[in-house]
């Protein structure tokens, strides 16, 4: 057993490579070694011993308790203190205290595998190491651990008890799991090292755990001694090998398990962190270690029980220990240390060469130089944007897609899709509903019992079941129930519809799924964190590309690096403005613009959305839908857009149209419709009149010729309730005369031209209208949602919102005095579309600022979104072009376009190739290619009378978009 030391005859080349240079030196070494030395001469045996010792303790302790440690540092001259749970303000009070009253700056540690949120509230959780294993791309790892370390510093924490290097190759493992980066060794030893080199480039210690390796165990150490029962060849293949590379990369200490290792140490019940055969002969001797060596805590029961009066203690430094850690008692263990030495049984050269390194180490974390924690902004600065936006980017590369049967994944054609969602587990789900209706119309559905959720579920053609575990810790339950089990292989037999798993928890959980054949895409996230949950919904439809791999073999049917990768298909993400080059505190000043003009009462609420590179990154609601409303704006309102549905109906039709040889730019109005060939208009083209150079007047109150002599709705022309021969619904209490919808087309044809100038015109609009319907033979509002709100998964778009969403969602537009004499909510504002049933060339679209974007970021990527082209790039350009500019007409074909000199449609800081459009109820989208970015600001500024044009007056919406270009980064 003992001859290995002689002959490393077993060991592995990687194992016998040259030592380790010693990671505790600092650059200024011969300062270092002044001051060590200085130090060391100085101490007393007695504080030298105590050098030895950290102490736990916790900041949400009692006084009582805590003032038992402090009496320990004063005291018994102990080296350093491990704090346990608490808050950041508590500890960092209790850290200042400490070192006050310590003669020798204490080293304090804390086990922040996944950050400070491990022991403490009110501090930051970053992903566990098993969601970063993930994770193809290392340096996400090693920014992680970087950030991990830089809360540990600015708390007073000097050496952070990870990374947890055990490969875990047992799926039983009670203790490991989720603290392990995996079971692949080459995965764990790279993602190590990477999580390392981060956490020592902050400048706190690293350490190595659970040495020498704690992988293949269903015991917990701290209840029970676990024996890792394998030949030598086998720890030095597996458990060993990510040492060398976690070493190698600037590792400062290493934790040594309480483990019994029958092939590195032949004496039973001798855990490892005891054994000399195992921390010298190993470690120090064979590995080349010259780091600190820690024992994993002395008062679990895989140490504890091997000893009682600081004999446990003894024993741990004998065995090549330079700091125990939790020791059961002090004042035992040191007089039972001194003893020792004064009896000969170690050296001065033994206690020298562990307090020395102890003083390295605090030299090399600044406690030459030690500064009490600032308690100013403390809170603020361990949870920040910056920790998001590294969550963020880490759970985007680590969600994994394991299996994506008839490629069902990104999900595509919602036109053809009714989605369900159903919740198993359970932890909360509401972040992952609400950003799967950011995509599509899914309905959560529940059943007491399964046969009442099948007969809702037959309903639906497309079936997604959200596995939610709690997050709270990588020790909770990551299990299906029985009842779940059952009820999911019940569920996926239906084969009405296809079914999508994804699971936010660990991916053992997997494995007690008896077969997967039924199942057709699934999707593991690894946590049930707000951003895993959004995240998961976004690459589910396809707005994120899915990049990670198991880090576990999950099931036979997914096995360790299992991985189907797809790409973005290019919808709307959702993200922080940081991700995008944008400043979120720059974009403040949206807020403050808005509010104030809530407060100049432009409008009652309002809602603005931005996005930039694919990404929404601001969506907010502002105020409330009427002035005395109780309700508030929420960005799932729905708005009145008038003539945003220029560009947002017509538009696209039009654009279709031309692609499929049903309509020519040089078109005119008589070849649109015969009926004008004898008319002023006849000549008239589609190139001009979207251009608003068409020579036609800017609008026709066709409804004052309806009114009676008291200016109310005439009897010859409308009926309170629908009846022969007046269908055409303009609200619930007004339908208009069949016959009128002639009217409007014949009198538009009666219209002088105007003079040879710009002129804003909706008449155009009316007759494309026409042109659209009587060729497609249907009408526009179905004609554009089968084409592209449909498809898009704009089901919050369309015409007469009212046919399928409920009123309180709607913002009303007017308190109409003057023709429908009643509130304008869910019925168009515009009287020319009202006269038409709702439905507008011009007007008459209503929807949000979600849905709105999606039809933009369509635009802005030439005409293809989520995996759908609607129209080809090249139409969007020919659209997208001013034709007239040099006749001093901005406008493209149908889009409105940058001033070309002086004032106008926009802050003047957009690019040419830019193009949107407002409308008269407050609204206003535009986007730019160039900086590729959509901006949307939807409000009621005509509620309560369409006389309020404060809104307009101001320059707000074009003041809003300054400030979004103000706030680009890069």
């Not at 603290?179 to 190595?208: D, H, P, Q, Y």
């Not at 710009?758 to 609009?765: A, K, L, N, W």
């Amino acid at each position: 057993m003992r001859s290995y030391l002689i002959s490393s005859i077993l060991c592995l080349t990687i194992l016998c490579a040259n030592a380790q240079s010693n990671p505790l030196v600092v650059k200024d070494s011969l300062a270092q070694q002044r001051w060590v030395d200085a130090k060391y001469s100085s101490m007393s045996l007695d504080e030298k011993i105590g050098q030895l010792f950290m102490v736990m303790v916790a900041s949400d302790q009692s006084k009582v308790a805590t003032d038992k440690v402090k009496k320990l540092i004063q005291e018994q001259k102990i080296g350093g203190v491990i704090f346990s749970t608490g808050g950041p303000i508590r500890q960092a009070k209790l850290t200042n205290e400490y070192q006050k009253a310590s003669k020798v700056p204490l080293l304090v540690g804390m086990d922040a595998e996944w950050g400070l949120a491990m022991r403490l509230d009110s501090t930051y959780a970053f992903p566990w190491n098993m969601t970063l294993g993930a994770i193809e791309d290392s340096t996400i790892v090693e920014s992680v651990g970087r950030r991990i370390g830089e809360h540990a510093k600015r708390l007073g924490v000097h050496i952070n008890f990870a990374p947890v290097v055990d490969i875990n190759t047992n799926p039983k493992n009670p203790i490991i799991g989720n603290r392990s980066f995996g079971e692949n060794r080459e995965n764990v030893a790279k993602m190590g090292a990477a999580f390392t080199k981060g956490l020592e480039s902050a400048g706190v210690l690293s350490s190595g755990k659970h040495f020498p390796g704690h992988g293949d165990t269903a015991t917990d150490s701290h209840h029970d001694l676990p024996v890792i029962d394998f030949p030598r060849e086998r720890l030095d293949s597996l458990e060993l090998y990510p040492y060398k590379r976690v070493i190698n990369a600037g590792l400062s200490s290493v934790m040594v398990a309480h483990l019994e290792v029958p092939a590195l140490e032949s004496e039973k019940k001798i855990p490892s962190s005891l054994s000399p055969y195992i921390i010298n002969g190993l470690l120090k001797q064979e590995m080349g270690f010259k780091g600190l060596v820690f024992t994993d805590a002395l008062n679990m029961k895989g140490a504890a029980d091997r000893g009682k009066n600081g004999d446990v203690e003894l024993a741990a430094f004998m065995a090549g220990n330079d700091i125990l850690l939790m020791p059961t008692v002090v004042a035992e263990a040191k007089s039972k240390l001194i003893k020792y030495f004064e009896k000969g049984k170690f050296s001065e050269e033994r206690l020298e060469h562990s307090v020395k390194k102890i003083l390295q180490a605090k030299y090399k974390v600044g406690l030459n130089n030690y500064r009490p924690i600032k308690l100013d902004n403390l809170y603020e600065d361990l949870n920040t944007l910056e920790d998001d936006l590294l969550y963020e980017k880490a759970i985007e590369n680590a969600i994994t897609v394991v299996k994506n049967k008839f490629y069902l994944l990104g999900i595509k054609r919602l036109e053809n899709k009714k989605i369900a969602y159903v919740k198993f587990g359970d932890a909360p789900n509401e972040p992952f509903v609400k950003e799967l209706k950011k995509y599509a119309k899914v309905t959560q559905v529940n059943g007491k019992d399964l046969a009442t959720l099948k007969n809702k579920l037959s309903d639906y053609n497309l079936v997604i079941i959200g596995l939610h575990k709690s997050n709270a810790s990588p020790w909770k339950s990551h299990k299906f129930s029985k009842n779940e089990l059952f009820w999911l292989g019940e569920i996926a037999k239906e084969r009405g519809s296809n079914l999508i798993l994804s699971i936010f928890t660990n991916p053992y959980a997997l494995l007690d799924v008896p077969s997967f054949n039924a199942i057709d895409g699934v999707v593991v996230a690894y946590q049930n964190s707000k951003i895993a949950q959004q995240k998961a919904a976004q690459l589910i439809f396809g707005a994120i590309p899915a990049k990670g791999k198991l880090p576990v073999s999950a099931h036979t049917d997914f096995p360790v690096n299992t991985s189907v990768k797809l790409k973005s298909l290019l919808r709307l993400g959702y993200s922080y403005p940081e991700r995008v080059g944008m400043s979120s505190t720059k974009l403040a000043e949206v807020d403050r613009l808005v509010g104030d003009g809530l407060d100049s009462l432009m409008y009652p609420g309002a809602q603005v959305l931005i996005a930039r590179k694919g990404k929404v990154i601001y969506n907010k609601g502002f105020g409330k839908p009427t002035y005395k409303s109780t309700d508030s704006i929420t960005p799932d309102k729905i708005y009145d857009l008038a003539s945003l549905t220029k560009i947002l109906a017509t538009l696209p039709m039009l654009m279709m149209m031309e692609e499929d040889g049903d309509l020519a730019l040089n078109d005119t109005f008589s070849d649109l419709i015969p009926a004008y060939a004898d008319t002023e208009l006849k000549n008239v083209t589609v190139l001009k009149a979207l251009s608003h150079y068409g020579r036609l007047p800017a609008w026709i109150a066709f409804y004052v010729d309806t009114l009676d002599k008291n200016r109310k709705p005439s009897t010859e022309f409308y009926r309170k309730s629908p009846s022969a021969g007046f269908s055409i619904k303009v609200t619930d209490q007004l339908y208009l005369a069949d016959a009128f919808k002639d009217s409007i087309y014949n009198r538009i044809g009666r219209q002088d031209l105007k003079s040879n100038r710009y002129r804003y015109s909706d008449v155009g609009y009316y007759v494309m209208k026409k042109y659209i319907e009587d060729t497609k033979k249907s009408r526009l509002d179905k004609l554009t949602n089968d084409f592209l709100y449909a498809p898009l998964g704009a089901y919050n778009t369309g015409y007469n919102p009212l046919d399928k969403i409920p009123k309180n969602k709607i913002v009303p537009s007017e308190e109409d005095s003057y023709y429908r004499y009643q509130t304008m909510q869910g019925y168009v504002h515009d009287m020319g579309a009202a006269m038409q049933g709702g439905v507008g060339g011009h007007a008459g679209l209503f929807s949000n600022a979600n849905d709105v974007a999606k039809i933009m970021q369509m635009y802005l990527q030439q005409g293809f979104y989520g995996g759908t082209r609607f129209v080809d790039s090249r139409t969007v350009q020919k659209f997208n072009t001013c034709y007239f500019c040099e006749k001093n007409v901005r406008r493209g074909v149908g889009f409105d376009k940058p001033q070309i000199k002086g004032s106008g449609p926009t802050c003047g800081c957009v690019s040419r190739k830019s193009f949107g459009h407002s409308g008269f109820t407050g609204t206003y989208t535009w986007a730019d290619p160039e900086e590729e970015i959509v901006y949307v600001f939807l409000s009621n500024r005509t509620y309560p009378t369409a006389s309020n044009r404060l809104l307009v007056k101001s320059g707000l919406r074009t003041r809003i978009q300054q400030a979004i270009y103000d706030s680009i980064i890069n």
